[in-house]
């Protein structure tokens, strides 16, 4: 950042973080409304899920081409690109009269929603000065909370209210807002100059390869086979017990509460301390989270479980702000966007290999939970191992040059 320049505000970061924010409120407003859509359609709830598919699969191969592009063209102009498109993509679903047109918007809606997450990502580092960007990146990661939790509850609203083209059609003020923020917004391009011998950048070597950097990816990784081994067993559980699904998702509220609190001080103890401490310390909650839960199958008590649910939610909000500023510092501003599409995908890639793990290992009746469990307890202490090897201190930076 210039000197000229004045330091980004709350309300800005909020309003650049709501373009992330949109593609885990647009999943999880979809899920909610698949019985609906399946009826107004004629189909099979099955056949309904192809909506849920085909974003999920946009985003884990998209993220990682749209961070090129994000480095290719600016971030700024990327997120302003796919916003835009994100909301004609939205009108488009809203107007369909045959599920395979509703398909096709979804699946173009997705393919803009890949490109948010690591633009933003790119964007944020380049606004945000290394004494502050952890910070940053807890508003973002509380932001995104939000737009998680409230999905489910949006979605049902308008769904019962309105009907299932409210789902798509609420995204076009959020869009709107969003552009509005990004119109008052300078992006400057910032040099890494690195005071971690660690983080050293050596233009030389393929920065996606070097050891900060592939920390960062394998934490990440890791630390969401852990969250969604547990996010996974956990319905099962509750079902076994009798619960009905607005009793589960209470109690699976208590790991997003825990992610939307913790994130910003997260990032401001990461700011503080380190980023090697904030990711360790916060990791070292969701361990002992996961430790209380080897003892246990299926016969878990409900207490116990939420517990463990809400421990993992501190852990990770705490740790998650430094894991994504650690990364992002590993490499040259013009290689940021890639490095943030490729942290983005590894989420993705510890939460197919949670999905496999209970495919092939728990039954019907809920038989190998245990193997979650310690899948749980195990992902997060490797997590928290491989933390170790993040620098302790931020780059710090020197600006280059300012774009619109």
């Not at 859509?37 to 309904?48: C, D, H, Q, S, T």
């Not at 699904?245 to 992610?259: Q, Y």
């Not at 878990?300 to 939420?306: A, E, G, K, N, T």
Request: aromatic residues 6%; hydrophobic residues 50%.
């Amino acid at each position: 950042m210039s000197d000229d320049q004045p330091p980004i505000t709350r309300a800005t970061i909020v309003g650049i973080a709501l373009a992330s924010a949109l593609v885990p409120l647009n999943s999880t407003m979809v899920a909610v409304a698949l019985p609906t859509l399946a009826r107004a359609f004629g189909i099979g709830r099955g056949k309904a899920g192809v909506l849920i598919t085909v974003y999920l699969l946009a985003m884990l191969i998209g993220q990682p081409l749209a961070g090129r592009l994000s480095d290719a063209i600016g971030n700024k102009r990327l997120v302003m690109v796919s916003v835009v498109g994100f909301g004609v993509c939205s009108f488009g679903a809203a107007l369909s009269t045959k599920f395979v047109w509703l398909v096709a918007s979804r699946a173009s809606q997705a393919v803009f929603a890949s490109a948010l997450a690591p633009a933003v990502q790119s964007m944020l580092r380049s606004l945000s000065a290394p004494s502050d960007r952890c910070q940053v990146f807890g508003i973002l990661g509380s932001v995104i909370g939000v737009g998680a939790a409230a999905g489910p509850i949006v979605g049902g609203v308008l769904v019962g209210s309105f009907g299932w083209k409210a789902i798509f059609l609420v995204n076009l003020p959020v869009v709107a807002i969003i552009l509005v923020v990004l119109a008052t917004v300078k992006v400057e391009s910032i040099q890494l100059v690195n005071t971690d011998p660690r983080m050293h950048l050596d233009k030389r070597k393929p920065q996606l390869l070097n050891p900060t950097y592939v920390a960062a990816f394998a934490t990440q990784a890791l630390t969401n086979l852990g969250q969604y081994s547990l996010l996974l067993i956990a319905p099962i559980v509750f079902d076994e017990r009798g619960w009905k699904s607005g009793e589960t998702g209470l109690a699976l509220s208590a790991l997003t509460i825990g992610l939307i609190v913790m994130s910003p001080i997260g990032g401001r103890y990461g700011d503080e301390f380190g980023r090697r401490w904030a990711v360790t310390r916060g990791l070292g909650v969701a361990v002992v989270g996961g430790l209380i839960l080897l003892p246990f199958g299926i016969g878990v008590s409900p207490p116990i479980l939420i517990s463990t649910l809400g421990a993992f939610g501190i852990g990770l909000g705490f740790a998650s702000p430094s894991i994504l500023a650690a990364g992002l510092e590993a490499v040259s501003d013009e290689r940021s966007g890639i490095a943030a599409g490729l942290l983005s995908a590894s989420r993705y890639v510890g939460s197919i290999l949670a999905s496999l793990l209970l495919s092939a290992f728990v039954a019907d009746n809920g038989s190998g939970a245990r193997i979650m469990f310690i899948a749980t307890a195990a992902a997060s202490m490797l997590a928290m191992t491989v933390g170790f090897r993040l620098p302790q201190h931020p780059a710090s930076n020197t600006p280059l040059a300012q774009v619109t």
